[in-house]
């Protein structure tokens, strides 16, 4: 079942334009009754899920601490799309989520008796909270792929397509800009890069 959202209202513009780009009238509201409508919506919290699980810089989160409940559980919240435990935290332990919760395949447990552990995370966001290049990209992606289950028609399938792309490389754009890359090392400062030191080569 798709994520539920909050923000009809935010996406109704998003889904109109799945329609129009199918050749479909637009409507004034997210009447799922509607055969096409509910399509192009459920179609368009598919591709938001899919889009956002790749891990962008503004849903991405380093070294987020997680602390177990009284039970010593990690509850996963249900907005998380992926989970594995930061560098500081993964030196004899290895996360996975199991059953709602963090589970050590290491030690073989769900009990975290240690206290609060970082993790990397990456979260699924609201339409409303998503840059609007993502919010391009995302409507796009979700019209071709409507474009196939409604329509069919393989010209107007590779037309979109063709916008598809484009948009992808204007969300990659953003994505470069915002997320402040550098071959020096990651945004949050881990790997830096280590230039050639030559007093290395003299004590071997």
Excluded at 6 to 12: G, K, P, R, S
């Amino acid at each position: 079942m798709p994520y539920p959202t909050t923000n009809a209202a935010q996406e109704l513009p998003a889904v109109n334009q799945i329609l129009a780009a199918c050749g479909q009238a637009p409507v004034t509201s997210l009447d799922q009754t509607n055969p096409d409508v509910a399509i192009a919506y459920d179609t368009l919290l598919e591709t938001s899920r899919e889009v956002q699980s790749e891990g962008w810089s503004f849903n991405k989160e380093a070294h987020y601490p997680m602390t177990p409940d009284s039970n010593n559980e990690i509850k996963i919240p249900n907005n998380v799309l992926q989970i594995d435990l930061s560098v500081s935290s993964a030196s004899d332990k290895n996360a996975i989520r199991k059953d709602g919760k963090l589970y050590d395949k290491e030690h073989h447990t769900d009990q975290w008796t240690d206290g609060a552990v970082d993790c990397d995370i990456t979260w699924l966001f609201d339409w409303v909270d998503l840059p609007r290049p993502i919010q391009d990209y995302i409507t796009c992606r979700a019209a071709t792929k409507t474009s196939s289950r409604i329509v069919g028609d393989q010209s107007q399938y590779q037309m979109l397509q063709q916008n598809e792309a484009y948009m992808r490389a204007m969300a990659l754009e953003y994505e470069t800009n915002q997320g402040d890359y550098s071959f020096f090392g990651k945004p949050d400062g881990s790997a830096p890069y280590v230039s050639y030191e030559p007093y290395k080569a003299l004590m071997r």
